[in-house]
């Protein structure tokens, strides 16, 4: 069974960077498009960027100018680097591809890596 599993979140002070992994595993097809959410204790869950075939990307206006979303067909992994990071970027970011399921379906999604921005 396909599994998302995302890495590369922790505490980093405002102004620092992180980068967030999420990989495939268990896949034996090339997943093209991915997107990164967000979701902050007591908030909606937000879009914040994702890519698609073949290569387009789209950044939540919060984060546009400072996060990058890249993907490695090879390794099926996708990517967030985030620059100058602001405490409201304070969440848990999941990844989900359409590719390996519906919105509500669990297993597109991955099980979340926690960011915390804070001095």
């Known amino acids: 069974q396909v599994q998302l599993v995302e890495s590369g979140g922790g505490w980093v002070q405002p102004g620092g960077s992180l980068r967030l992994s999420c990989a495939a595993s268990g896949s034996s097809i090339t997943i093209n498009n991915y997107a990164w959410y967000r979701q902050a204790p007591g908030k909606e869950r937000e879009l914040v960027a994702s890519?698609?075939?073949?290569?387009?990307?789209y950044y939540a206006g919060s984060v546009k100018g400072r996060v990058t979303i890249s993907r490695d067909n090879a390794k099926n992994a996708v990517y967030l680097q985030m620059n100058s990071l602001k405490s409201e970027d304070t969440a848990v970011y999941h990844c989900w591809s359409p590719d390996l399921g519906d919105f509500d379906d669990p297993h597109s999604w991955g099980q979340g890596t926690q960011v915390t921005v804070s001095s």
């Open positions: 890519i698609t075939t073949p290569g387009s990307t």
